[in-house]
């Protein structure tokens, strides 16, 4: 299901709503709790609503090494303390890709808690570590566009397109995976 929406959410930021709606569905046929479905629905939209261009920019679109020192997107993280602890990890000035490595796990982090910890109310902390997987695999997903960008898939190409429909993919075999376990 992933695997196409979130290249299709990547091209239209509209389509998160859509996929907020089918989350929202999905939760509902697991758990058959209209306020967990609604709350997850909404976690989603809400979670995928910030920024982290300049991060998947980086990684799916540059060499190590090449990638721009600093970007006009050096604001993303700011308000929401992305920024301030990955910049605990590493300098975003003189190490700006392990930097949006870092960005990016949280800012994955920040994009699947509001949609599985309403799960939490039903199935304990299982939902929440989907969510930690989720955040830890979206660089490595990025890493792998930049490695596949000449690839065509279907009408896409290029490290970033191929970076989404790779972050698709690992987020459906997550939930596939958290879904048989809590069935």
């Known amino acids: 299901m992933f695997t196409i929406l979130n290249r299709l959410r990547g091209t239209w930021s509209w389509f998160s709503k859509v996929i907020g709606l089918l989350v929202a569905i999905a939760v509902y046929w697991v758990s058959d709790n209209y306020y967990v479905a609604i709350a997850s ?32 997107y050096d604001y993303e993280g700011k308000n929401n ?40 109310y039903l199935y304990g902390i299982l939902p929440v570590v989907i969510a930690l997987v989720l955040g830890v695999l979206f660089p490595i997903a990025c890493i792998l566009g930049y490695k596949f960008r000449r690839t065509k898939i279907g009408k896409w190409t290029g490290g970033w397109e191929i970076s989404e429909l790779i972050y698709g993919a690992m987020q459906d075999v997550a939930l596939i995976i958290g879904v048989l376990v809590l069935l």
């Open 41 to 72: 629905g909404l976690g989603y939209i809400a979670g995928e609503s910030m920024g982290w261009g300049a991060w998947v920019g980086t990684l799916s679109c540059y060499p190590r090494g090449k990638e721009p020192k600093n970007t006009k």
């Open 81 to 120: 303390g992305i920024y301030w602890i990955a910049s605990k990890f590493y300098d975003p000035i003189s190490d700006w890709y392990k930097f949006s490595m870092v960005a990016l796990v949280l800012r994955g982090i920040y994009w699947w808690l509001p949609v599985t910890l309403p799960l939490t």
